[in-house]
């Protein structure tokens, strides 16, 4: 990795942590998130024209959901908005509680989710056909992966390809799905050309490319809520309903609106203590299914924490991004270079310090700016 930015002025940090949240979901609320994530994926997969490889079957949890080993409730994590000229939209304004009984409705099956151009002959558009490159891929060297690829995948040229010919993808917006971590204040915001501090700017005279290329470091994601987990993430439950179509998850949401070439999956944080991790396998999945069928480009994650006390979630990551061939972003290993390797101690060794916010910022700008060379977008 490149040279590292400085750390965010105290002051700045402060203020931000007073006036954000980011807690656990509670054990009942996890289930009916489980249940109705169960009940939206089988809809998507019986809808959907996946090829053989796909995933298609999924385990149904146990019914008792374990119970969760932290509850105290951490210090809060900045979501402080920016000033209203950096959001285009409001943030979500209903609580899942208050959605949890929306009814689900089909999507037919080819739908290109967002506003896709027609196709140049006249015919309707199709999807994306997602396929797994890697069968017997494996994750357990995921520590050892670097944090920015070295190549990039033919998989990838063909999606983007896809994305580029066939669809009406912003070639130069990136999305975020996940939870208060993925908020602007903490992953990329401090990049947006319109706030980018002069300082900031000398660091990263080498990603200035990037900078004002993309799009999408401080705009309102329609998938990235305090609490957010990979199975709410394929629900109605988060879903905005002031900006979502009804029976719209908050993937899906995200992916037609703001139309992404580029999506960071920063998935795992709020996953159940306890539950088979493979089920969040299958979670995952189907959100790299998703976007990938649009014509974007999944970017997963590693996490920083190890709340499952195996790291079998991160394995799990890094076996997926091989699986379907995409691009797989260390995040983990940006940051242990830090004191207690980038997570708070105060806050159950979950959740990441404010020193490591922008190295992982950096880290995922420099990634950002590596795929646009690589394809050739600037």
């Given at each position: 990795m490149k040279n590292q930015p400085t750390v965010i002025p105290i002051l700045i940090s402060t203020l931000l942590l007073f006036f954000s949240g980011c807690s656990f979901i509670l054990d009942h609320d996890s289930a009916a998130l489980e249940a109705e994530a169960l009940d939206f994926v089988r809809t998507l997969q019986a809808d959907s024209a996946l090829s053989a490889e796909s995933p298609v079957a999924l385990r149904v949890p146990d019914t008792a959901v374990p119970t969760q080993e932290f509850r105290d409730t951490p210090t809060p994590l900045p979501t402080v908005a920016p000033p209203p000229t950096m959001m285009p939209t409001e943030l979500p304004t209903r609580t899942p509680e208050e959605t949890s009984t929306e009814t689900l409705i089909d999507v037919p099956s080819g739908t290109v989710l967002g506003d896709a151009a027609p196709a140049p002959d006249g015919n309707p558009l199709t999807t994306f056909s997602a396929r797994v490159v890697n069968p017997d891929?494996?994750?357990?060297?995921?520590?050892?992966?670097?944090?920015?690829?070295?190549?990039?995948?033919?998989?990838?040229?063909?999606?983007?390809?896809?994305?580029?010919?066939?669809?009406?993808?912003?070639?130069?917006?990136?999305?975020?799905?996940?939870?208060?971590?993925?908020?602007?204040?903490?992953?990329?915001?401090?990049?947006?050309?319109?706030?980018?501090?002069?300082?900031?700017?000398?660091?990263?005279?080498?990603?200035?490319?990037?900078?004002?290329?993309?799009?999408?470091?401080?705009?309102?994601?329609?998938?990235?809520?305090?609490?957010?987990?990979?199975?709410?993430?394929?629900?109605?439950?988060?879903?905005?309903?002031?900006?979502?179509?009804?029976?719209?998850?908050?993937?899906?949401?995200?992916?037609?609106?703001?139309?992404?070439?580029?999506?960071?999956?920063?998935?795992?944080?709020?996953?159940?203590?306890?539950?088979?991790?493979?089920?969040?396998?299958?979670?995952?999945?189907?959100?790299?299914?998703?976007?990938?069928?649009?014509?974007?480009?999944?970017?997963?994650?590693?996490k920083t924490d190890n709340i499952e006390g195996d790291w079998a979630l991160n394995a799990i990551i890094a076996r997926t991004a091989k699986k379907y061939d995409v691009p797989y972003f260390n995040a983990w290993r940006a940051i242990q270079e830090l004191p207690n390797h980038g997570l708070d101690i105060d806050r159950n060794n979950i959740y990441m310090t404010t020193e490591a916010w922008p190295i992982r910022s950096r880290a995922a700008l420099e990634l950002l700016d590596f795929l646009a060379r690589a394809l050739n977008a600037y």
């Amino acid at each position: 990795m490149k040279n590292q930015p400085t750390v965010i002025p105290i002051l700045i940090s402060t203020l931000l942590l007073f006036f954000s949240g980011c807690s656990f979901i509670l054990d009942h609320d996890s289930a009916a998130l489980e249940a109705e994530a169960l009940d939206f994926v089988r809809t998507l997969q019986a809808d959907s024209a996946l090829s053989a490889e796909s995933p298609v079957a999924l385990r149904v949890p146990d019914t008792a959901v374990p119970t969760q080993e932290f509850r105290d409730t951490p210090t809060p994590l900045p979501t402080v908005a920016p000033p209203p000229t950096m959001m285009p939209t409001e943030l979500p304004t209903r609580t899942p509680e208050e959605t949890s009984t929306e009814t689900l409705i089909d999507v037919p099956s080819g739908t290109v989710l967002g506003d896709a151009a027609p196709a140049p002959d006249g015919n309707p558009l199709t999807t994306f056909s997602a396929r797994v490159v890697n069968p017997d891929a494996r994750g357990d060297d995921w520590r050892e992966l670097p944090i920015i690829p070295s190549a990039i995948s033919e998989t990838v040229r063909e999606i983007y390809a896809f994305g580029t010919d066939k669809t009406a993808r912003n070639l130069r917006y990136f999305s975020k799905i996940g939870d208060c971590q993925s908020m602007p204040a903490v992953f990329l915001g401090e990049y947006d050309p319109l706030y980018i501090t002069t300082e900031l700017q000398q660091e990263s005279l080498d990603l200035l490319d990037a900078v004002y290329y993309f799009q999408g470091f401080n705009e309102t994601s329609y998938s990235v809520f305090n609490g957010m987990s990979a199975a709410s993430a394929l629900t109605t439950t988060w879903s905005d309903p002031n900006a979502c179509l009804p029976g719209e998850s908050a993937v899906r949401c995200e992916l037609r609106i703001h139309r992404p070439a580029f999506v960071f999956v920063n998935m795992g944080t709020n996953w159940n203590v306890g539950q088979d991790p493979e089920i969040f396998a299958e979670y995952i999945e189907e959100i790299v299914v998703e976007i990938i069928e649009t014509g974007a480009i999944p970017i997963l994650s590693s996490k920083t924490d190890n709340i499952e006390g195996d790291w079998a979630l991160n394995a799990i990551i890094a076996r997926t991004a091989k699986k379907y061939d995409v691009p797989y972003f260390n995040a983990w290993r940006a940051i242990q270079e830090l004191p207690n390797h980038g997570l708070d101690i105060d806050r159950n060794n979950i959740y990441m310090t404010t020193e490591a916010w922008p190295i992982r910022s950096r880290a995922a700008l420099e990634l950002l700016d590596f795929l646009a060379r690589a394809l050739n977008a600037y």
